[in-house]
């Protein structure tokens, strides 16, 4: 496969005097606590950018320990009321908050999109994905069950109850702000729980836009966000001592920082890390497909997904025509703005930081000799795009196919024996999703029972469904989204035991 050094991809701007969004659209630039946007006792602020300029779009309060706990006070008064709502209850709130959303659904994907600069057709799958979720808990709240009561010792009735845990402290992530706070809030206050959440400080307009909309459909303390970093307003929700369980979606680091600092006061922790998602294609699969697939596997959010198909092993026989495959569908993206047209697909990262970052892994891949069938590095213009790159030819161990590079990137690595490809697909240190490639069905089980993943798709990938659950092994942290599993990971379990003799 012949290879570039520089991509030549155009990025399509929205053009001046384009608003994505008007001021009027803008959450209040304060905390949410107790249903009320809340000033910081601090004065310092966090600088919010648009990624498809660079240019500062808004300024959040920096929160401070003394603003959680605040809000943590407000989370605590609420409790035992939301604590001792019947089911029924719960769910008629979570439908109330799913309808409010869909809505608003345009104005929170435009939103969305503005601060992250996420295409519009990927943020409007982003809120139409947090509309189902609240549906999904609102139901799933009402059905949950326990082992049957009964005489597990003479005369002696066992009963098994699911209780709220309490106040429940998360920290989401910059790259689905609103779904992501949607997979956590759901299940938490289904659960009975109320919540002190801290979006992360690069894109937490839509969450804080959120917290506004549904203030009137909860009661006050039960969502609480509050603005700031991870190492003051996520240590402090990690601390806390009237915190039952922090919930973080994010990297590995921050998952390590969580959980070391919620090892004193030995609360629970509910963990969904990074990925490093490998494809596993086999001679027999059905090529165009793969590939076909992987558009939108490899490439959805502009590679900023935790699930990605970001690391294909393919078998030596067919892996040039799979790269070759795989390539035209890459060279057909439409890389833009998110103003600049309803079909634009890839968008600029989220951050300057974080393009810088994996500008660095495509530059250390090029001096290591890999090359790029395809883009390979920045665009150029303002903003902070990555052209679409398929990494090919890449030898066994290296970097960009071990690390997570969270951007446009797919690596094309080969192998010849079944038993190497799972070896090698286990190796990484992460264990969030995997999937197969084949068209022989007892392969297809055989080897996905031997993938160390959380999830594992056969012939697709990256597709989800509110009903069955998200989490990884390993590096991956632990803990599950999504489905009756999250209910019970937000949700302790109480034995109670009755003498019954008379």
């Given at each position: 496969m012949s290879?570039?050094?520089?991509?030549?991809?155009?990025?399509?701007?929205?053009?001046?005097g384009h608003a994505l969004v008007e001021p009027s659209d803008l959450p209040a630039l304060k905390h949410s606590i107790a249903g009320e946007?809340?000033?910081?006792?601090?004065?310092?602020?966090?600088?919010?950018?648009?990624?498809?300029?660079?240019?500062?779009?808004?300024a959040v309060p920096a929160g401070t320990t003394e603003d959680v706990d605040a809000a943590v006070a407000a989370a605590l008064s609420a409790s035992p009321g939301w604590a001792s709502t019947t089911p029924k209850e719960r769910s008629l709130a979570l439908l109330r908050i799913a309808d409010r959303v869909e809505q608003n659904a345009e104005a929170l994907a435009r939103l969305e999109s503005?601060?992250?600069?996420?295409?519009?057709?990927?943020s409007r799958d982003d809120v139409a994905q947090a509309v189902d979720t609240f549906r999904f808990m609102a139901g799933a709240l009402r059905t949950t069950t326990s082992a049957a009561a009964d005489e597990f010792v003479?005369?002696?009735?066992?009963?098994?109850?699911?209780?709220?845990?309490?106040?429940?402290?998360v920290v989401t992530p910059w790259n689905y702000p609103l779904l992501m706070a949607a997979w956590k809030i759901a299940p938490i206050l289904g659960a009975g729980n109320t919540l002190v959440l801290k979006p992360s400080e690069i894109t937490p307009l839509s969450t804080l836009k959120f917290a506004e909309l549904v203030a009137d459909l909860l009661p006050a303390g039960a969502l609480n966000v509050v603005t700031g970093t991870g190492p003051v307003v996520g240590q402090r929700l990690s601390t806390h001592p009237d915190i039952a369980l922090v919930a973080l979606t994010g990297s590995v680091a921050s998952g390590r920082a969580v959980a070391a600092s919620a090892a004193d006061s030995l609360k629970r922790v509910h963990l969904e890390l990074g990925g490093k998602a490998p494809v596993v294609v086999f001679a027999d699969a059905d090529l165009a497909a793969a590939a076909s697939s992987l558009r939108a596997a490899g490439y959805w959010n502009s590679g900023q997904e935790c699930g990605a198909g970001c690391r294909v092993l393919v078998h030596a026989s067919v892996a040039e025509e799979f790269t070759r495959l795989l390539v035209a569908e890459v060279e057909s993206f439409a890389v833009g703005e998110p103003g600049a047209g309803d079909d634009v697909e890839i968008g600029p990262l989220v951050s300057k930081g974080h393009y810088e970052k994996v500008v660095g892994y495509l530059d250390r891949a090029r001096e290591a000799g890999i090359g790029a069938?395809?883009?390979?590095?920045?665009?150029?213009?303002?903003?902070?795009?990555?052209?679409?790159?398929?990494?090919?030819?890449?030898?066994?161990?290296?970097?960009?196919?071990?690390?997570?590079?969270f951007g446009p990137v797919v690596t094309v690595e080969t192998f010849t024996e079944e038993d190497e490809a799972v070896r090698r697909a286990n190796e990484v240190v992460y264990g969030l999703a995997a999937s197969v490639w084949t068209r022989d069905a007892a392969r297809s089980h055989d080897v996905a029972r031997r993938l160390d993943f959380g999830t594992v798709w056969v012939n697709c990938h990256l597709v989800l469904a509110s009903e069955v659950p998200w989490g990884g092994?390993?590096?991956?942290?632990?803990?599950?989204?999504?489905?009756?599993?999250?209910?019970?990971?937000?949700?302790?379990?109480?034995?109670?035991?009755?003498?019954?003799?008379?």
């Open positions: 290879t570039t050094t520089a991509p030549l991809t155009d990025v399509r701007r929205a053009g001046a946007p809340t000033p910081s006792t601090a004065t310092e602020t966090i600088d919010v950018f648009n990624p498809s300029t660079g240019e500062k779009i808004a503005f601060d992250t600069g996420k295409p519009l057709s990927v003479a005369d002696h009735l066992s009963v098994i109850h699911r209780e709220p845990l309490g106040v429940v402290g069938a395809v883009g390979g590095g920045a665009t150029g213009g303002p903003g902070w795009f990555i052209a679409p790159t398929v990494l090919v030819d890449v030898p066994v161990g290296a970097e960009c196919a071990r690390e997570e590079i092994f390993k590096g991956s942290g632990y803990g599950r989204d999504l489905s009756v599993y999250a209910l019970e990971d937000f949700s302790r379990t109480k034995h109670v035991m009755h003498n019954r003799t008379r």
